[in-house]
């Protein structure tokens, strides 16, 4: 859709907003850069061509988000509806939401600086910021089920890195300015019992907890596994649990996420999957295990532990952090409200806030 920057697009109530430049891509659109009719600098999320019940999800979550209190945390709604588009019908048309434009997310400041991480004092600052985002929305019993580097955006935009240094030989950067706020609810979820059941696959794979992979589905500790994924990221600048999207892969990520823990998926799991039909594990004579798909061979994959950098007394707090997060049974992690209280974010302080 990038053929559409430049254009005015004119939405279902009149509002007009010139679009300025593509920012990237959501799991049901495309956000662009827009400018409103007083000038105010927005961003647009697209849906084009989509379903209205999906388009609704997103715009559902972020309308309750809205309305039952505010997090300083989570992107602000402004408005969304119909693009006017003459050949749209009532079932498939063109769908937007407005919302604050924001600065670069994780993700690209990681991706333009490779291979460097982040400072300690960044890491407390970015994740007790989402770890209050995760918690507000676990109030509200709601599964953000993408939480990852590419939909936590920082609040400046032209943000930018403030300092470079070099500690065991690993790059470190320090940011201007810490404020973030969690973004892309396209497939967020309400916490219900009945649908937490179904074999519902979600989040990228990489972050992807291991009863999502055995056929469990998604449950309220869901987010916590892939917040511990990032907190590691945010520490060494680099996935902690590799895999692409092949099937062939689903195994290997298994394999990965117990050898880099040094934890076993509990026997019960699997029988559980087994119990409840899922189409990811087998019976065979040896018992009950995750259904072979040739995975591709494991290359010289260290354990978390070897993470840490040396003296680094902090990083030994944020790994500790970790792997409570990092429970293979989602019973035994623990919630945002109990993880927003973990020493590791003592020294967390009053972030200067941008309008």
Known sequence: MAELVGETVTTENGNQYKIMGFLGAGAFGQIFEVQSGDNQPLAMKIHRNIEKELHQVETDMMELVAKKAKSKN?????????????????????????????????????????PACFENSDIIQIGYQVCSAMEYLE????????????????????????????????????????QIRLIDFGTARRID?????????????????????????????????SFGCLLSELYTGQLLFFGDERKNSEESQLDVMQTVLRRAIPYYMYERAFDSDSNKVELSETGISFHKFNPTP????????????????????????????LEMDPEDRPKFADISKNRFFDDVHEIVQID
């Open 193 to 225: 019992k009945r649908e937490s059941k179904v074999n519902f696959e979600v989040q990228t794979q990489n972050y992807r907890e291991p009863e999502v992979f055995l056929g469990l589905g998604f449950n309220e500790k869901s987010d916590v596994w």
């Open 74 to 114: 989570i992107v602000k709604m402004h408005e969304f509806g119909d693009l006017k588009n003459e050949k749209s019908t009532n079932v498939l048309c063109d769908r937007y939401i407005i919302m604050d434009l924001l600065g670069p997310s994780i993700f690209q400041v990681l991706d333009s600086e490779h």
């Open 139 to 178: 109030s509200l019993k709601i599964l953000h089920l993408d939480l990852k580097p590419e939909n936590i955006c920082f609040v400046k935009i032209d943000n930018s890195v403030k300092s470079r240094r070099i500690q065991d030989q690993q790059p470190i950067i320090q940011m201007e300015n810490t």
């Open 298 to 325: 494991l290359k010289d994959i260290e354990t978390i532990f070897t993470n840490v950098r040396i003296n680094d007394f902090i990083g030994c707090q944020l790994f500790d952090l970790i792997l409570d997060c």
